[in-house]
């Protein structure tokens, strides 16, 4: 299963000829390669997995799935705290 997070652009840098940059995830920042987002500005809004910026989206589709997870989080049916099961558990 792809948990992927969205998060806001907030700085475009270089690393060994990659396109990188720090995304604000719900007040977190974190790096991630925008090579698979070529087209992306600051300021813009992204879907990031894995350390890599996967979609770019727009501030409504953003907030409706940080959202989402707030109400997850907050029904006790995902625990940020809890291990993930294995595959080999299911």
């Known amino acids: 299963m792809c948990l992927a997070i ?14 990188m ?6 007040g977190s920042k ?9 087209d ?3 300021g813009q809004y992204t879907i990031v997995h894995a350390g890599f910026a ?4 727009d501030e409504e589709e953003a907030a409706e799935s940080l959202k989402l997870w707030q109400e997850l989080i ?15 558990s299911l």
């Open 54 to 57: 996967l979609k770019i989206i």
């Open 21 to 26: 940059g720090i995304i604000d995830v719900n």
């Open 6 to 19: 969205p998060g806001k652009l907030i700085e475009l840098i270089m690393e060994n000829g990659l396109k």
């Open 40 to 42: 992306i500005h600051v």
């Open 74 to 88: 907050e029904s006790g049916a995902f625990q940020p705290d809890e291990e993930l099961p294995s595959r080999e």
């Open 30 to 38: 974190t790096r991630a390669c925008l090579e698979y987002v070529p």
